[in-house]
Structure formats: structure tokens, C-alpha cells
């Protein structure tokens, strides 16, 4: 039973999990905590196109007005949320529907996820293993925590999408296998450019297994024509009418004609399939000299990053962005959570590819090894790879685990065993490290720290913003980071989010705070700003007064007062201050 209904077992177990979740955290979902500013913008992208707003117009008109701001998204994503809301509103009201939708979405890719994890610990380690995947998954910590409640911006899919093309390089039926990782590949760059790498990746895998085996045809020709109809088709269906030029951060013509280029270069190849390894080889690396020829004269601007953001804007902002900056540079007690599945992971990889070495699960376990040695590199370029090294390791880390099951089965010494299963999960999933920084307060944060992140997580409440409302609408100014939130819960426009291409807005509101007086007014007076709002304290407003001591918001801070300011009365405890700009 447990082999042969796997799926519809791992589909009950999802429930469970989801149903528990929902539970646990049904009064932040009450509270529509949407702790990141993505969540929020993708709520707003939701009830704008549920208010009217035109499909492929993913402008956002309520940061930065009158004109608005184009984001880089699709709306790939929207349609879980959309689709919730439309069958709760009737039920519960337009509200709850909203709390609701953004509770359940984010655990719809989580069922994706376990069943192809499931189904490569299935193949490479044993068919009985595949509960470890679920197991292992919810031990992880950053991975778990883009699946969960209220976090419904679209990092679930991508790593969904990850999860299936590691099971579809995995899939011994090869054209099954070449179609699921072409068509993961096309939904993830459909959604966003994020798993770019791996999806190179996984192409050049297959591509070289075709090189080394030629009875891997039938998964490069799938591949290569789920890779160029799927891409083509996401672009029909959900590009934007602003990712229709020649940009480099999205699905534009630029990744459209790339992977429909690459997709016709493997399928040729696929088709010739000359007996030769050697030829085979010489075709592959021209192939792919041709495709890299093309995008660098063809897109010359998108060699560098793909934000096209200016200097000042990427000094200033983007290199500081916490998630972009390397894992070493991050405290041990974020870090070390977050490295310690990986490398587990990584290591029972190597040591199954090694075991399976005369097997026909060496392909396999070699590319989940690829994927789990490239993931941690990436860790080491930016910290925001933590939750896709995280699942890349569950199926390393399968693998070490039952290696350990015949000898916990083995009759004698049963109980002390049941302990020995339960320490030894602790160890394999790395969760050790957790325990191990909040038992013995490993790196605990500074009373500075912990002050800046209560403050910070205060001003982004319901009650905090709530009362907002009583003043008449209008735009704000305020912090970048704030602006998101503020449109979502309150009818008050505001000036910036923290997206590259709302990069302009972003440098006037850094501008306004780190220069002086006379130049925030003439800032805010040209946004056509009538309140600031600012939270002490709050994270953001730290970078103010450390980068300019004597800027307008060190001032500001300080409490000097300015004529040009009236300070607004705000309810008893508020955490905010106002002043209406004159």
C-alpha cells in the first residue's frame, strides 16, 4: 500500500499538514500578517485585477501617483489567489475571503512539492522511502517558511518547480522526464527569472546525458519542445503589456526568443543524434556557443544584471538588500539554520552518487549532487538560495537516513532504537542547529537589534495602521519599505516599494531623508506628498541616520521641528508620527 498509492498517501499527508497550519496560524492570518512586502504588492496585483484592471496591465497606481509603477510579475500567480477569493467572498464577505485566500494559497505548492520529492526519493534511494521526504521538508526552516501562511508571493511555485525538475531529470521514463523539466522550466520563467541557474543547469544535464547516452534522445527532444511551446505559450497568456519590450528582469522578448532558440537548437540535435559521443559532444558545444552568441549581440544591455538599475540606485539600495548579500555575512544564528541541511544533504548525495556507481541510479543521484553542490555556491553569492539549497538536499539526506533503517529495524534493543531513529532525524535534517542556537542563546540579538525589529514589526500591524483611515485619503510619505504595506491596509497612496523598476521613486524617498531639509520638502511637494509618516525606529530609518548624521531624517529624529511641518495628532500609542507637509 504504501508503495503502490504513494501519491494519493502524500496528497492525505499535505491535508494534514495544511490543516495544521492553518490552525496554528489562524490568528496571523486573522491579521492578515503579511510579513513581506512582496506578500503585500501581490495582494494589491490581486484586488486590482479583481476591481477591473486589465489583465496584461500590471501597473500598480497606488505607489508613486498619479502615474504608477510597473512591476516585472506576471499574473501566473494571482490565479490560486483570484480563484479563492471569487468562491469565499459570497460565503464569508470580501474580508474574510481575503484572509482566507491568503492563508490557503501559499500550501497549494507545497502538494506540488511533496509529490515530486516523493517521487525522487522514491527512484533514487528506495520505494518505501518517499515518507522521508515529507518528513525531512518540514524540518527545514526557510524552505518550509515559503510555503506557509499568509506567504503568498510566488517563491512556493518556483521551488514547486525546482522540486519537479529534479524529479523529471530523475524519471527513468525518459520523454516524461524531459517534459517535466521542460515545462517546470517554462511555468518557473513564466513566474519569474529567479531560478534562471538551475534551469540552465538542468538543461545543460540533459543535454550532456544525451552526449554521454544517445538513448537519451526521447528526453531531449521532450525537453526541448516543452522548453520553447511552454515558454512561448507563458508569454501569450501572462506576459505584461510593460514586459513587452526589451527588458531583462522578466519574460520579455529577450528570455522568449532565448529559450524558443534553445528549444529549436536541442530539439535539431535531438533529431540528428549522430552515433558518435564525439560528434554528439562538438554539435553541444556549438549549440550552445550559437545560443550565448546570440543573446550577447542580440541583447547586449541584459550582460549585466538583468535590473538595469543605475549606480547610485544599486550602491545605495540593491547591494544592501539583507536576502542579496552572501550567507557568511549574515549573523550564526541566521546562517547556521540555514547552511546545515545543505551540507548534510550535499555530503549523502556524493555518497549515494558513489554507491550507485554501477547502477542505473548514478544519473540521478549525480545531478541531485550538481544541484546541491551549485545551490551552496550560491549561498555563497547570496543568502537568498537558502530555501532552494534546502530542498535540494532533502533526497542527500533521505538517502543517509535509510541507510540507518535496517539496523533501527533489527529486533534487539527496540526501545533504546526508537530513541537512536529520533536523535538521528535531529542530526540529519540539521535541525540540531536550530535547537542549538535557542537552547544555548547562540548569537542572540542585541537589545539595539531587538528594539529596531519590535518597532519594525509593530508599524506593519492592523492595529498600528488602522486608524489611519480616519484621516482623508491622500499620499503619503514615507520609508520604502513601508509603502506596500501601507496601500494594502489603509486608502492612502504612497510614494515608493522596494522594486527596481520603481527605482526613481525609490532614490527621491532616500533622497528626501538623507539630504536636507529644504530639498525633502521640495521632494515631497514634487509627488505631490500632503503627509509624512514615519515609524521610529523602524529598520529602514537606521540606514537614514547612519548614512547621514545631519541629513533631514537624523533631524527630524532628533526632534527638530520645522516650519514646514504641522505635526498630525494620531491615536493614543500609535507608533507612527505624522506631520502634514506645508
Not at 105 to 131: D, F, Q
Request: proline share 7%.
Amino acid at each position: 500500500m504504501l508503495d503502490r498509492r504513494w501519491i494519493r498517501l502524500t496528497l492525505y499527508a499535505w491535508a494534514v499538514i495544511m490543516v495544521w497550519y492553518l490552525w496554528k496560524r489562524w490568528t496571523a492570518i486573522q491579521w492578515l500578517s503579511l510579513g513581506d512586502t512582496d506578500d503585500n504588492m501581490r495582494l494589491m496585483q490581486v484586488r486590482a485585477w479583481l476591481a477591473g484592471q486589465g489583465w496584461f496591465d500590471l501597473r500598480n497606481y497606488r505607489l508613486n501617483p498619479p502615474a504608477g509603477f510597473d512591476i516585472h510579475w506576471s499574473r501566473l500567480v494571482d490565479l490560486p489567489i483570484a480563484a479563492l477569493i471569487v468562491l469565499l467572498r459570497p460565503i464569508v464577505g470580501v474580508a474574510q475571503a481575503e484572509r482566507l485566500a491568503c492563508g490557503i494559497a501559499p500550501m497549494l505548492p507545497m502538494a506540488v512539492a511533496l509529490v515530486a520529492l516523493g517521487a525522487t526519493i522514491r527512484r533514487l534511494v528506495a520505494p518505501l522511502a518517499w515518507p522521508l521526504g515529507i518528513a525531512l521538508f518540514l524540518a527545514t526552516t526557510v524552505c518550509l517558511g515559503m510555503f506557509m501562511p499568509d506567504r503568498i508571493d510566488h517563491h512556493g511555485w518556483q521551488l514547486a518547480m525546482l522540486a519537479v525538475t529534479v524529479a523529471g531529470l530523475c524519471d527513468p521514463a525518459r520523454a516524461r522526464g524531459g517534459a517535466l523539466v521542460g515545462v517546470a522550466t517554462a511555468v518557473s520563467f513564466t513566474i519569474g527569472l529567479e531560478m534562471l541557474p538551475y534551469a540552465a543547469m538542468a538543461g545543460g544535464i540533459i543535454a550532456l546525458s544525451w552526449v554521454w547516452d544517445v538513448a537519451e534522445r526521447p528526453r531531449l527532444m521532450a525537453y526541448a519542445l516543452a522548453l520553447g511551446g511552454g515558454t512561448a505559450a507563458g508569454y501569450a497568456g501572462f506576459t505584461s503589456y510593460a514586459n513587452r519590450v526589451l527588458r531583462c528582469d522578466a519574460l520579455t522578448p529577450v528570455w522568449l526568443s532565448t529559450m524558443v532558440l534553445a528549444g529549436a537548437l536541442l530539439l535539431a540535435l535531438a533529431l540528428w543524434s549522430p552515433r558518435h559521443a564525439g560528434v554528439r559532444l562538438a554539435l553541444t558545444v556549438a549549440a550552445g556557443a550559437a545560443l550565448a552568441a546570440f543573446f550577447a549581440l542580440a541583447f547586449p544591455q541584459c550582460l549585466g544584471r538583468p535590473e538595469q538599475v543605475s549606480p547610485e540606485l544599486y550602491a545605495t539600495w540593491l547591494a544592501n538588500v539583507r536576502e542579496a548579500k552572501p550567507i557568511y555575512k549574515h549573523p550564526l544564528r541566521v546562517a547556521l539554520p540555514i547552511v546545515t541541511l545543505p551540507l548534510i544533504g550535499l555530503i549523502g548525495a556524493m555518497l549515494a552518487t558513489w554507491r550507485a556507481r554501477a547502477d542505473q541510479r548514478v544519473l540521478g543521484w549525480a545531478c541531485v549532487a550538481l544541484f546541491g553542490a551549485f545551490a551552496g555556491l550560491m549561498l555563497l553569492w547570496q543568502a537568498r538560495a537558502g530555501p532552494a539549497a534546502q530542498l535540494l538536499a532533502i533526497p542527500g539526506a533521505a538517502a543517509l537516513a535509510w541507510m540507518l533503517v535496517p539496523w533501527l529495524l533489527a529486533p534487539r534493543h527496540r526501545f533504546a532504537k526508537g530513541f537512536a531513529a529520533i536523535a538521528a532525524f535531529v542530526v540529519l535534517s540539521g535541525s540540531f542547529a536550530q535547537l542549538a542556537i535557542d537552547w544555548f542563546r547562540i548569537d542572540s540579538p542585541k537589545p539595539y537589534v531587538q528594539r529596531v525589529n519590535r518597532a519594525t514589526g509593530r508599524c506593519l500591524t492592523i492595529p498600528a495602521m488602522a486608524p489611519l483611515n480616519r484621516l482623508p485619503a491622500q499620499t503619503m510619505f514615507t520609508f520604502v519599505d513601508l509603502g506596500p504595506r501601507l496601500i494594502t491596509l489603509t486608502h492612502h497612496d504612497a510614494i515608493a516599494g522596494p522594486y527596481h523598476r520603481n527605482g526613481d521613486a525609490i532614490l527621491d524617498v532616500h533622497h528626501a531623508f538623507e539630504r536636507s531639509p529644504a530639498e525633502a520638502r521640495a521632494i515631497m511637494k514634487r509627488h505631490g506628498a500632503t503627509i509624512l509618516l514615519v515609524c521610529p525606529n523602524m529598520a529602514e530609518s537606521t540606514n537614514y541616520r547612519a548614512k547621514a548624521p545631519a541629513g533631514f531624517y537624523s533631524q527630524l529624529a532628533r526632534g527638530k521641528t520645522f516650519d514646514w511641518l504641522v505635526p498630525v495628532p494620531l491615536v493614543k500609542g500609535s507608533p507612527f508620527r505624522a506631520f502634514r507637509v506645508e
